[in-house]
């Protein structure tokens, strides 16, 4: 089954304590991409990988970091969480390029005390 | 003004209704569009991509006015079902392969029975 998953769904942290959410992909995708969603404000870009060693920021990229050392996988690394990344996840992948359909993740809700 | 907006609603309307959602953007370069259905806590999911000459899958139609910068979703014979948040994504191309994509903030949707 074509599918992309984030690991944990659910975390609760600290301020300060690294970690990393885990997106992993089976469709042999090019583009993957990190958001955040918030109410009132949307879905927003955190970063995007165009493909193996190849990423770029997108709308809100700080205090956040990626790697994409392999094609199937991207994680998403906050190196010194705040509350004000307490959020909704979505890690999301695409065959090639913008114009196809993009496959969302099932979210990982973070929350940062 | 915001690059892509949308009436944020709640549209509350009764089982059998026609509703129509209208989405704005603000890059004249955009050139795909999409509609994306997102159910509450849920993943968004591809309703719809959205074509210059129009589009109709089954109950919806989605169509593009370029002189207008806008696109709309139509749907007709409203089911309880199609209850959840409506985003609409505009994409804009900057060349070697980057792209600009830009979620609405989504309009909820809520059928009555």
């Known amino acids: 089954e074509a599918q992309v998953t984030q690991n944990p769904r659910y975390l609760i942290t600290v301020t300060g304590k690294k970690l990393t959410v885990t997106c992993s992909q089976n469709?042999?995708?090019?583009?993957m991409s990190w958001y955040r969603q918030d109410p009132g404000l949307g879905l927003r870009q955190i970063y995007y990988?165009?493909?193996?060693?190849?990423?770029d920021k997108g709308d809100v990229p700080e205090g956040y970091k990626v790697s994409r050392k392999e094609k199937r996988n991207f994680p998403l690394i906050l190196e010194s969480p705040s509350p004000n990344q307490t959020s909704l996840y979505f890690c999301?992948?695409?065959?090639?390029?913008?114009?196809?359909?993009?496959?969302f993740g099932p979210g990982t809700r973070l929350t940062v005390l | 003004r915001k690059e892509v907006e949308q009436d944020p609603g709640p549209f509350n309307v009764p089982e059998g209704a026609t509703v129509a959602f209208n989405c704005t953007y603000s890059?004249?370069?955009?050139?795909?569009f999409f509609w994306y259905r997102q159910d509450c806590r849920k993943e968004p999911k591809l309703l719809m991509s959205?074509?210059?000459s129009g589009n109709e899958d089954g109950r919806f139609t989605a169509q593009l006015n370029r002189a207008s910068q806008y696109i709309s979703l139509l749907i007709r014979d409203s089911k309880l079902s199609d209850s959840a948040t409506y985003l609409c994504?505009?994409?804009?191309?900057?060349?070697?392969?980057?792209?600009?994509?830009?979620f609405g903030k989504g309009t909820k949707l809520s059928v009555i029975p």
């Open positions: 999301a992948s695409q065959e090639y390029r913008g114009t196809d359909t993009q496959y």
């Open positions: 469709m042999n995708h090019e583009y």
């Open positions: 990988s165009m493909n193996v060693e190849v990423t």
């Open positions: 890059n004249s370069a955009s050139q795909s």
């Open positions: 959205v074509y210059s």
């Open positions: 994504v505009v994409i804009a191309y900057s060349g070697a392969g980057s792209y600009q994509l830009t």
